[in-house]
T-cell receptor, first 117, second 114 residues
C-alpha cells in the first residue's frame, strides 16, 4: 500500500521559535495533501488542504500566517508553525491520496507531536 | 452539511465479549466510509473501508462493519474483544472527488476489562 512519512516524529521547542514538519509520500505522487491537528483525547480537525504548486486552502479559524504550508513537489508538503506558543502544542497528522486512487482513498502519516515550552 | 456522529464517547467491554461501535453519517451523496484505530501517542491505522458493493465489510484484526443506507450508519463490530483492542476508534466519511479531505467523528474510546 501507499506509504506516507512524517518528520520529525516528535519535537520540543521554545516559545517563539518556528518548527517545520515534513510530510512525504514515499511511493506515489500526491497532488493534494492534507494537514490535520489533534488535541489530546479529541478528534482530527482539518487545518488545510495543500496543493502542489499553488497556495494551500485553510479551514476557517486556522491562521495562515502562523501555519505556513508549502507543497513544493509532488511528494513533499511542509507545515511550519511560526512563533510557536504553548497552545500550539498538539499532534499534527498529514495525509495524501494517490491521484489514480479510484475512491480518493487517503493514506495517513504517523503524526508529529509538537510540544512548545 | 457533511458530518459524522459517534454517539458513544467511551465504552467498556469485558475481554472476550462482543463489541459494537456506532457511527452515523450525514452526506449528500453515496459516502465512502472508513474506520480507523489509534493507540495512545500513535498515528491512525485503517481498520476497514466501504466504497461500494457488499454492505458487510471485513477488516483487519477481526473487525467488520455494516453499511446501512436506510439508517445512515456504518457500525463497527467484533465478536470477541481482546485487551489489545483498547484504543480510540474513529469513523470517517469521504467524498469521491479527488482532493477532498476526510471528515472524522469525535471518536470512541474503548476500554477492555479483564
Amino acid at each position: 500500500g501507499a506509504v506516507v512519512s512524517q518528520h520529525p516524529s516528535w519535537v520540543i521547542c521554545k516559545s517563539g521559535t518556528s518548527v517545520k514538519i515534513e510530510c512525504r509520500s514515499l511511493d506515489f505522487q500526491a497532488t493534494t495533501m492534507f494537514w490535520y491537528r489533534q488535541f489530546p483525547k479529541q478528534s482530527l480537525m482539518l487545518m488545510a488542504t495543500s496543493n502542489e504548486g499553488s497556495k494551500a486552502t485553510y479551514e476557517q479559524g486556522v491562521e495562515k500566517d502562523k501555519f505556513l504550508i508549502n507543497h513544493a513537489s509532488l511528494t513533499l508538503s511542509t507545515l511550519t508553525v511560526t512563533s510557536a506558543h504553548p497552545e500550539d502544542s498538539s499532534f499534527y497528522i498529514c495525509s495524501a491520496s494517490p491521484p489514480d486512487s479510484p475512491y480518493n482513498e487517503q493514506f495517513f502519516g504517523p503524526g508529529t507531536r509538537l510540544t512548545v515550552l | 452539511a457533511q458530518s459524522v456522529t459517534q454517539p458513544d464517547i467511551h465504552i467498556t467491554v469485558s475481554e472476550g465479549a462482543s463489541l459494537e461501535l456506532r457511527c452515523n453519517y450525514s452526506y449528500g451523496a453515496t459516502p465512502y466510509l472508513f474506520w480507523y484505530v489509534q493507540s495512545p501517542g500513535q498515528g491512525l491505522q485503517l481498520l476497514l473501508k466501504y466504497f461500494s458493493g457488499d454492505t458487510l465489510v471485513q477488516g483487519i484484526k477481526g473487525f467488520e462493519a455494516e453499511f446501512k443506507r436506510s439508517q445512515s450508519s456504518f457500525n463497527l463490530r467484533k465478536p470477541s474483544v481482546h485487551w489489545s483492542d483498547a484504543a480510540e476508534y474513529f469513523c470517517a466519511v469521504g467524498a469521491y472527488q479527488a482532493g477532498t479531505a476526510l471528515i472524522f467523528g469525535k471518536g470512541t474510546t474503548l476500554s477492555v476489562s479483564s
